[in-house]
């Protein structure tokens, strides 16, 4: 179980907050992939180290919600942690579009060698 960062002593963050920001970790990721941007430049553009970054992407509960914020504006302007959470993000849209095209032409090429061999 996580805990919060409160100072001297740090409370255990419940199961279903750990699991909240491991998802948004999660989301954010996928947004920065959908670019394609480094993890690195994503940091200096949002003014955060490299090291706040990777703690945010992996659902760190002692992240700054100001940072996880400016983090996001970075990878996708405009869009709300809710945007997030419904993936109505353009570029998510978008990410969802291209992954799931990519899947199609797996799957077709696999049934292609299928027929051939067949």
């Known amino acids: ?34 670019h394609p941007m480094r993890q690195e430049d994503a940091a200096a553009l949002t003014g955060i180290s490299r090291n706040t970054a990777y703690r945010i992407e992996n659902g760190d509960s002692s992240v ?30 978008t990410l969802r579009l291209r992954e799931a095209r990519r899947r199609t032409r797996v799957v077709l090429k696999k049934a ?4 051939k061999s067949e």
């Open 112 to 115: 292609i060698r299928i027929e």
């Open 1 to 34: 179980m996580q805990k919060f960062n409160t100072g001297e002593h740090a409370a255990p963050v419940p199961q279903y907050l750990a699991s909240q920001m491991t998802k948004i970790g999660a989301l954010l990721v996928r947004l920065r992939y959908a």
């Open 64 to 93: 700054a919600i100001g940072n996880i914020l400016r983090y996001l504006e970075v990878l996708s302007p405009g869009a709300t942690i809710g945007d997030l959470f419904d993936e109505g993000s353009a570029t998510l849209v």
